[in-house]
């Protein structure tokens, strides 16, 4: 008992029969949980009829692994947090002096990712750096983007909105749609598709400007819903589930990346590689990401940026100090919107192809799950929360050398979205105010007061 | 003219099932105020576990009634669903309650995705077809009505006068309404306040199971992604009929029914989505805050 983190013997063998009591409990409700789904299988015989597979030793596992958990944080893990808070809460307050790499993250952070192409070239080789370039780079660079959109809305604004991604989706099928049918160019269509997704913004807005709170989030799922299936129905422009496919690609000043003579790896000498347009592609979206970020904060300190977070503290307060809440949100989801239609063209010049597929609830789920795991309304915070999670999932596709561990059959993609789903859990139960967890109004009355979440009242978050 | 009724009688069975599901929602809406968008997936994971429990029963006891097998198959699903919504709460919502609003919210759309999700793992992607339980058709003046649809109908109405009682004349319910009022005041007046919210989730798993189990015996097929559609819509049903209210949540779900049945048959199949949410859509227009809530009124 010695170990046990407690002062007399007796108070430590009291906590040991308490862990093993709720062990034993653990235990009993992961077997109730687990037994029909784990413990038994359907699966289809020769004859295509539903047969049951046993599985009980599966089952066994994950009851023992269920009550051995629970017993070590019972007896080992509560006790050590609360020692710990007690500790930290008899401490003084020292005031932490900031070091210069988190004075200077921001700086720092995009000098890394203007590095990290040449970088990652240097070190895996033409070929090689395709991968890190396009799935880590571009992939999490999109989410960043999006969730940054996003943030305006949600964060900014406080306007839950659950269909952002139909914006995306607006976004991507006008430069899909346009492109193929008129062969306007990406650098023509970028703008418009931000447009059009902003003019969807203000359609979206005017019919939900009486709504609050959650009628709102279900009538913005709604119209993301309604987006997707008139895509998927309206088979005579978009082609419905198929998609469009052979979208033309971007050119850099004209400068094509083909392997023509006028092509970028000829013009330049270089052997030719698609190697050179996702590097392109991934400045691309980093200019456009590092344009939604300086929006945000531009406008944060403008009259409007300050209306909608006025918006998000107090409705009634807003209008009875004469803010006119009709242009205060119809703009904010009109600017949100722009950049997921930004972001939404770029998807489609990047992938080459779109579908309905691409734009489902998920989409918009994981977006807002970024936004509000990176602390809402904090950019570093939601760009940290996007690289953690994104890139996670991008990870766990990478995780072959698990199939040595658990032998041929075992696929770690499969579980890439039950970790995901997992992670946002555990995070958000850990750190419920997002990574970066304060929240700071740009405008002060007296005195600077960091206002945290913790002030801040329910139903007003 | 009976083809329109038989379109009503069609939808009045749809109408059940997403009634069913809405009740859960509306009523844990009602007592903390969160969108559970996990309901869904208990109602798929409550479907699942009928079709289990189905399979043993026929694997190990060729034989059984109907009446018998769909009694347990509901039974068990209820507690398998009530079981899992009971841990979910404990251990994704209620570290958060009293955190800001989009927190739980977001633990909520992280469980939908692990409920999904470890069905497709632990059970398979495929569709799990089941041959027809019950299949005598019945013709009233003309109109063909199942058996299953009877069922259907007649369990939705017995359950939902079970709950009614429950809500309306019970110490429970009586606690249940106390803590959706305000919360600190009914655990100032000795009201169990976690054990009610506690309860509110088993109720509306259940209710979701039973909603699942009759899913899979009219259509005989579940398959892990069932939780999102149906879930929402029902979650579409209980904001039509406005949420937190319990007659509203049925309400709203046998127009959601109606109205994707008779869209189907007069216009398009493919556009009956859309029909349902754009009538949601105006509905909320003219009346922001469902056809049976409440206004909210704001004190400042």
């Given at each position: 008992m010695a170990n046990v983190a407690s002062t007399t013997a007796s108070a430590g063998s009291e906590l040991t029969a308490r862990a093993l009591r709720e062990a034993v409990f653990a235990g009993l409700i992961s077997l109730g949980l687990f037994i029909l789904f784990v413990g038994l299988e359907t699966t289809q015989n020769i004859r295509n009829e539903l047969v049951l597979n046993q599985r009980w030793g599966l089952l066994a596992t994950f009851v023992v692994i269920a009550m051995v958990g629970r017993f070590l944080m019972v007896a080992y893990v509560q006790p050590r947090l609360a020692q710990r808070k007690a500790a930290k809460a008899a401490a003084p307050d020292v005031v932490k002096e900031e070091g210069f790499f988190s004075r200077n993250f921001s700086a720092i952070a995009i000098v890394a990712l203007i590095l990290y192409p040449p970088v990652v070239l240097a070190l895996t080789g033409v070929q090689g750096s395709l991968k890190w370039v396009d799935n880590f780079g571009i992939q999490i660079l999109i989410y960043v983007m999006l969730a940054w959109g996003l943030n305006i809305v949600?964060?900014?604004?406080?306007l839950l909105d659950l269909g952002y991604v139909a914006f995306y989706a607006v976004g991507a099928y006008s430069y899909a749609l346009l492109s193929s049918y008129f062969g306007l160019s990406f650098w023509v269509l970028l703008p418009v598709a931000g447009l059009l997704a902003a003019c969807w913004g203000v359609v979206l807005g005017f019919p939900v400007l009486r709504l609050r709170g959650d009628y709102l989030a279900i009538v913005t799922l709604a119209f993301g819903e309604i987006i997707r299936l008139v895509l998927i129905n309206w088979t005579e422009v978009t082609k419905g589930t198929f998609g469009v496919s052979g979208i033309a690609k971007a050119t850099l000043f004209g400068i094509k990346f083909d392997a023509t003579k006028t092509g970028f790896a000829a013009l330049f000498g270089l052997p030719m590689s698609s190697a050179y347009y996702k590097i392109f592609l991934f400045y691309l979206i980093l200019g456009l990401a590092l344009l939604t970020a300086f929006v945000t904060i531009r406008l944060r300190r403008m009259p409007i940026g300050r209306a909608w977070e006025a918006l998000r503290e107090d409705e009634i307060a807003c209008r009875s100090l004469g803010i006119n809440t009709v242009t205060t949100k119809l703009t904010a989801f009109a600017t949100g919107a722009m950049f997921g239609g930004f972001a939404g063209s770029f998807f489609a010049v990047r992938q080459g192809f779109v579908s309905p597929e691409s734009f489902v609830f998920l989409e918009s789920a994981v977006i807002l799950a970024i936004v509000v795991l990176g602390g809402m309304g904090s950019l570093t915070g939601i760009a940290i929360a996007a690289a953690v999670m994104i890139g996670g999932t991008e990870i766990l596709r990478e995780l072959a050398f698990l199939k040595l561990v658990f032998g041929p059959n075992f696929t770690p993609e499969l579980y890439r979205m039950l970790i995901f789903g997992l992670a946002m859990v555990v995070v958000m139960v850990w750190k419920p105010r997002g990574f970066v967890g304060s929240r700071e109004p740009t405008a002060f009355l007296h005195k600077r007061k960091a206002v945290s979440g913790s002030f801040t009242k329910e139903g007003h978050g | 003219m009976e083809y329109f009724v038989q379109q009503l009688v069609n939808g009045l069975t749809l109408g059940s099932i997403y009634g069913m599901i809405a009740i859960g929602y509306t009523m844990v809406y009602g007592i903390i105020g969160m969108i559970n968008f996990a309901h869904g997936d208990i109602f798929m994971l409550g479907g699942f576990a009928a079709l289990i429990v189905f399979l043993i029963l026929t694997t190990?006891?060729?034989?059984?009634p109907v009446v018998l097998a769909l009694l347990l198959m509901m039974i068990v699903g209820m507690l398998t669903a009530a079981l899992w919504n009971w841990t979910i709460e404990r251990v994704a919502y209620r570290p958060l309650r009293g955190s800001f609003r989009l927190a739980p919210l977001i633990t909520a759309i992280g469980m939908s995705i692990v409920l999904s999700n470890f069905i497709q793992v632990t059970q398979g992607p495929r569709n799990k077809p089941i041959p027809p339980l019950v299949s005598s058709v019945y013709d009233i003046f003309g109109i063909a009505v199942s058996l299953k649809q009877i069922i259907i109908v007649v369990i939705t109405a017995f359950l939902l006068s079970v709950f009614w009682y429950i809500v309306n004349r019970t110490p429970l319910g009586r606690a249940q309404r106390a803590t959706e009022q305000d919360r600190k005041m009914a655990a100032l007046l000795g009201v169990d306040v976690d054990r009610t919210i506690s309860v509110t989730f088993i109720m509306g798993a259940a209710l979701a199971a039973v909603a699942g189990t009759m899913y899979l015996m009219y259509y005989g097929v579940v398959v892990f992604t069932d939780g999102f559609a149906p879930g929402v819509k029902a979650f579409t049903a209980a904001v039509l009929g406005g949420i937190g209210s319990l007659p509203g949540a049925v309400l709203g779900g046998l127009l959601i029914g109606l109205i994707e049945s008779l869209w189907s048959a007069y216009f398009t199949i493919d556009y009956k989505d859309v029909a349902t949410f754009s009538i949601l859509a105006i509905v909320l227009i003219f009346k922001p805050s469902g056809i049976l809530g409440r206004p909210e009124v704001e004190k400042v």
């Open positions: 949600v964060g900014l604004a406080g | 190990f006891m060729a034989g059984i």
